[in-house]
């Protein structure tokens, strides 16, 4: 969906993060001051702080880039781009991952990709909301279909994890880590998510969806509902540095379209040393819930089947597929 033609051009004049003024304003979109009041209004519905004041005007309260699909394609290497089948940028979405899932077509397509700037009903892991402010960070899902059903591809958000964590290192971020199965840290605190969607046979042909949202700022506003710990781009490079969003979805596509395209051929086994070498929880003290279940121990590392290991209380190793790992607080 579009956001209406004039809500986006007062958004791409007040992109820049400087002040302008009602009548400036109301003068280049063509219409009264008050209309341009309660096009502001709608604007904050999208989750962006934007600063008025009065004799000044209306100020964003950072600069955002806006998505352009041209110049994301500009930058996609001949190997992404052979897998890229369509690149859809949406101006807002329910969810990019639910969007590429509902499609009617989606067991037979191949590599379309859907980015969004805004999401009405981001979803995050386990059923939760992951917070999807306008042109602020990266909202971006890639429908895949594998052939040999969805007990070959159970490695996949691992791979998906080291993917991204390359791209961030391609960029010059640092102490980015993971936390199993797929979380991106950044010194600890959340950077990024992976949520894999898939349906369709276990042993048969299946439908994945991978879907990546990764913090570049994050409006303090729209960040009070979050209660873990998370960090964005913004807070971590130097103020001097300005972060490309579509120079950034290129070089995420550029090792993602790969990684999955070839996911099945290559096995986990090839990623192993990787994951392992960016693990942030290993001889960590955790907790590990799964429903109401929950297990106390010592991080081991992963096993060869990307299961995680952890040693309890009483010495003994368990594995798990699955879980919700929390850190103990120091
Ligand atoms: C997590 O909980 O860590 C996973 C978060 C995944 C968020 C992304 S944003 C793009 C895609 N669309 C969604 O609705 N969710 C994923």
């Known amino acids: 969906m579009l956001i209406p033609a004039k809500q986006k051009k007062i958004l791409s004049i007040l992109a820049d993060g400087q002040f302008h003024s009602g009548s400036e304003l109301a003068e280049k979109i063509a219409i009264s001051r008050s209309a341009i009041c309660k096009q502001i209004s709608k604007i904050t519905e999208l989750g962006l702080d934007i600063c008025a004041i009065t004799g000044k005007g209306y100020r964003l309260e950072h600069a955002i880039q806006l998505l352009s699909k041209s110049e994301i394609e500009q930058q996609v290497n001949p190997v992404a781009d052979a897998l890229i089948a369509k690149l859809e940028i949406h101006d807002i979405i329910k969810s990019t991952n639910s969007y590429l899932f509902e ?14 700037e805004f999401q009405e009903g981001g979803k995050g892991r386990r059923g939760r909301t992951w917070i999807s402010p ?26 998906v994890g080291v993917a ?31 949520l894999i969607e898939v349906s369709g046979e276990a042993n048969g042909p299946c439908t994945a969806v991978i879907g990546l949202g990764l913090n570049i700022y994050l409006p303090k506003k729209s960040a009070e509902p979050i209660t873990q710990d998370w960090v964005d781009l913004k807070q971590i490079v130097s103020e001097n540095v300005k972060i490309d969003r579509n120079q950034l979805i290129a070089g995420l596509l550029n ?23 960016y693990d942030c929880m290993k001889e960590k003290e955790v907790d590990i819930y799964i429903g109401e279940q929950s297990f106390t121990g010592t991080v081991k590392g992963i096993d060869d089947n990307g299961l995680l290991l952890l040693t309890d209380q009483q010495g003994d190793v368990r ?5 919700e790992v929390s850190f103990h607080r120091p």
């Open 103 to 116: 499609l009617p077509n989606k067991a037979t397509e191949n590599g379309i990709v859907c980015v969004a």
């Open 164 to 194: 991204v964590i390359q791209t961030l290192k391609n960029f010059g971020i640092d102490d980015v880590g993971l936390k199993w199965p797929n979380d991106i840290l950044w010194r600890g605190k959340k950077l990024a998510g992976i």
């Open 255 to 277: 090792q993602l379209m790969p990684t999955i395209a070839n996911f099945e051929d290559d096995t986990l086994a090839n990623y192993l040393d990787a994951w392992r070498n």
């Open 319 to 323: 594995k798990f597929a699955s879980g």
């Open 134 to 159: 306008f042109g602020s960070n990266i909202y971006l899902s890639i429908l895949w279909n594998f052939q040999n059903g969805s007990a070959s591809i159970n490695g996949l958000s691992l791979a």
